[in-house]
């Protein structure tokens, strides 16, 4: 498990199209007698374990996608390709290659079915769980799962080797804000004689962090972050136009239709105050990642059995991160947690979080968390198998 983490760390992938990411994990997968499909539009593998009983089947997850930042850990097996995996999805994919080979050895003692759905595209919006939805991952054993786990690593926040998730709602939804202010361009000598779009554009990002504190209700929180902001190619020329683009989460439908329609609005009254005009896209990337509350006590329970209740954190509040599992999560109902992977004699609430360039994380945690999944799994199927 260790070294097929360590060689997908060494080759990280991003976006949809991961070959050599995908071919490891076929290797790896390789004997398990599972049934094997790979994606048509993106490279995926969904395998399915056929349990010893005729019964439901329940769906694991796992990503496989890097993201776009240069690795500076200095670990002996560090990207150097300019790829990163800096979220933790190569412990992920290993992880879940360690269940399904556990389960395969134990599959006369299960009573149905398993889905094994590794997935490209999480990162960036690039959305691979709804392609591998369209695919037909969630049919992929004949019938839908009864259930669906997810399982993330965090190089911070979190203490090492604790398991951490809530009911309800536990991840915003994320959308996607960009906007382009356009007017006439200049001198920077004479600006009354062109349409500035530079201190509009500056006025709507300080305006936009104003209305959000005076339009919504602070227990229904929203959060809106400028991420990228660009205008102009020379310090004395008045550029045509300026363009930001920002990301929006929310956790509830009202705020978030209420974020489009505000957002919009305030965004073309200040460009006309100013003369200019202003072109707004507001795309909708991945919904609240919501669980359902007894699959949530279900694993709250196997998580106390197996590892022990002193590694189970129920969060008191949801987290501004989002994530494509949701698409699983509001088909088929299921829990998605996260898992304590800081360094060893690391303090999480200062380590290098997920995303940056210096995160690290610990492989020690990857037993606890491969035997979380296979006991779910088995754990699922059995109380389904009874209560049919």
Request: net charge negative; with cysteine; glycine share 10%.
């Amino acid at each position: 498990m260790v070294d097929l983490r360590r060689r997908l760390h060494a080759e990280p992938e991003v976006g949809l199209e991961l070959p050599r990411t995908r071919e490891k994990v076929l290797a790896a997968l390789r004997g398990l007698g599972l049934e094997i499909r790979t994606g048509e539009s993106l490279s995926s593998v969904t395998a399915v374990l056929r349990g010893g009983g005729r019964g439901p089947c329940v769906l694991l997850r796992g990503d496989m996608d890097a993201l776009p930042v240069t690795e500076r850990t200095g670990l002996d097996y560090a990207a150097t390709n300019g790829a990163m995996h800096a979220c933790g999805h190569d412990l992920h994919t290993a992880m879940l290659v360690a269940a399904a080979r556990l389960l395969a050895a134990r599959r006369d003692e299960l009573v149905g079915d398993v889905v094994f759905m590794f997935q490209p595209g999480e990162e960036s919006g690039w959305d691979g769980a709804s392609h591998m939805i369209e695919e037909g991952v969630l049919e992929a054993a004949g019938a839908p799962p009864v259930a669906a786990y997810g399982l993330h690593v965090a190089s911070g926040l979190y203490p090492r080797g604790t398991f951490v998730t809530r009911p309800g709602p536990w991840m915003a939804a994320s959308d996607r804000l960009t906007v382009t202010v356009r007017g006439a361009g200049g001198h920077g000598s004479s600006p009354y004689l062109a349409k500035d779009p530079i201190p509009a554009t500056c006025e709507i990002v300080t305006a936009l962090q104003t209305m959000l504190t005076r339009t919504f209700d602070p227990f229904d929180p929203v959060v809106l972050t400028v991420g990228s902001l660009h205008a102009g190619s020379r310090h004395n020329v008045i550029p045509e136009a300026a363009r930001f683009e920002a990301t929006v989460r929310s956790f509830s439908e009202q705020s978030r239709a209420r974020l489009r329609e505000t957002t919009t609005g305030l965004i073309h009254s200040i460009a006309e105050g100013y003369g200019l005009t202003a072109e707004v896209d507001y795309a909708e990337e991945y919904p609240v990642t919501a669980n359902d509350d007894a699959e949530t006590a279900f694993a709250e329970h196997v998580v106390a059995e197996v590892v022990g209740d002193e590694h189970f954190v129920r969060a008191e509040n949801p987290m501004m991160g989002s994530e494509d599992f949701s698409r699983v999560l509001e088909r088929v109902p299921g829990c998605f947690l996260w898992l304590g992977a800081c360094a060893e004699n690391t303090d999480p609430a200062s380590a290098a979080m997920n995303h940056s360039p210096l995160a690290v994380f610990d492989e020690a945690v990857m037993p606890e968390g491969v035997a979380l999944l296979v006991e779910l799994a088995e754990r699922r199927l059995a109380a389904a198998a009874g209560a049919a």
